[in-house]
C-alpha cells in the first residue's frame, strides 16, 4: 500500500476530528446569539450556554449553595482560631498601628466631615449631661452640709449661734439652692462649654493608641476584649446573618448577569487544558478511524 495514501488518510482522519471537537466546543458559546433566515431561527443558535444561560446559572447556583459551600461550613469557617485571629490582628492593628490623631482618622474615612461642627456638638452634649446631672442632686442637701461646715467656727459664739440656729441656716441653704438651679438653668451653658472645648479639642488631637495607653489599656488587653466579642458575633448571630444570605441565590444571579464573553472567558480559565485534551482526542479518534478505514 502506498505510504503517502496510508499518511494522507490518517492525517485527514485526524484533522478532520481536531476540527470537528475544535468546533463543537467553539459552538458550546458560539454564535452568541440566534441568527435568522427568512425569519426562521437556525439550530444551534444561540451556542448551548448562551440558550441556557438561566437553566445552568439555576443548575451551578444550587450545586454550590447546597452541596459546596453549605451554611454550616462557613459557620465553622468564622469559628475556626484562624479567621478569629486574622479580624483580632487587623483590629489591634488598627488601634495601636497607627499614630494619627482621632480627627485626622476620622477625616480619612470621610473627607466631608465637618470636625468644628461635630467638637461643638460633643462639648454641648458633656455640658448637658453634666448641667443635667447637677439639676438632679438634691443641692439643699450640699449646701446645708457646706455652710455647716463652714460656719461652725462662727457658730461656736453664743450671740451669733441664735442668729444662725439650723432653721435659719436651712432657709439660707434652701434659698441658695433654688437660685443656684435657676442661674444654672439660664446660663450653665454659657458657663460649662467654654471649660469643656479644650478638652474635647485635645482629645480630638490625641491618637486611639495614645487614648489607650493613657487609660493604660494595653494591646493584649484589647486583643482579650475584640476576641470576646468576635466569639460572642459568631455565637450569637452568624448562623442568624448567614440564614438569610442565599449562597445559591446569589451564585445564580451572578450567572445570569454575566455576559457570554466573560462567561466563555471564566470557563475557558478553568477548564482550557481540559478542553484541549477533548480537542486533541478528537484528532487521535480522527487519526484512528483514518487508519482503520485502510483496511476496510
Known amino acids: 500500500m502506498d505510504l503517502i495514501k496510508i499518511a494522507a488518510t490518517i492525517a485527514v482522519g485526524a484533522i ?5 471537537n475544535y468546533i463543537a466546543i467553539k459552538m458550546l458559546f458560539r454564535p452568541r446569539k440566534p441568527i435568522y433566515v427568512f425569519n426562521k431561527q437556525l439550530p444551534f443558535t444561540p451556542g448551548m450556554i448562551p440558550k441556557n444561560q438561566e437553566r445552568i446559572a439555576k443548575a451551578v447556583g444550587t450545586a454550590v449553595g447546597e452541596n459546596l459551600l453549605q451554611k454550616e461550613d462557613l459557620l465553622q ?3 475556626g482560631e484562624e479567621t478569629k485571629s486574622v479580624f483580632v490582628s487587623e483590629i489591634s492593628t488598627g488601634l495601636f498601628g497607627k499614630t494619627e490623631s482621632i480627627q485626622d482618622m476620622l477625616l480619612r474615612w470621610n473627607p466631608d466631615l465637618d470636625m468644628e461642627e461635630k467638637k461643638e456638638k460633643i462639648s454641648c452634649y458633656i455640658a448637658e449631661q453634666i448641667l443635667g446631672a447637677i439639676g438632679e442632686m438634691d443641692l439643699d442637701d450640699i449646701f446645708m452640709k457646706i455652710g ?4 461652725a467656727d462662727i457658730r461656736k459664739n453664743p450671740m451669733l449661734a441664735m442668729f444662725l440656729n439650723d432653721t435659719m441656716l436651712a432657709n439660707i441653704c434652701g434659698k441658695l439652692s433654688v437660685s443656684a438651679k435657676g442661674y444654672l ?3 450653665g451653658m454659657e458657663l460649662v462649654v467654654p471649660m469643656i472645648q479644650p478638652k474635647v479639642q485635645k482629645l480630638s488631637e490625641t491618637s486611639v493608641k495614645g487614648l489607650l495607653e493613657e487609660w493604660d489599656i494595653s494591646e493584649e488587653k484589647i486583643e482579650d476584649i475584640v476576641g470576646k466579642i468576635y466569639d460572642q458575633i459568631v455565637e450569637q448571630k452568624a448562623r442568624e446573618l448567614l440564614g438569610k444570605i442565599q449562597i445559591s441565590k446569589i451564585v445564580e444571579e451572578k450567572i445570569q448577569a454575566m455576559e457570554i464573553m466573560e462567561l466563555e472567558e471564566l470557563v475557558m480559565s478553568v477548564m482550557k487544558q481540559e478542553l484541549q485534551a477533548v480537542i486533541n482526542l478528537g484528532a487521535l479518534i480522527g487519526a484512528v ?3 482503520i478505514n485502510l483496511f476496510i
Open 77 to 79: 469557617k468564622l469559628k
Open 289 to 291: 478511524i483514518g487508519a
Open 185 to 187: 438653668a439660664e446660663n
Open 148 to 151: 455647716t461646715d463652714a460656719l
Open 16 to 20: 478532520i476530528g481536531y476540527f470537528t
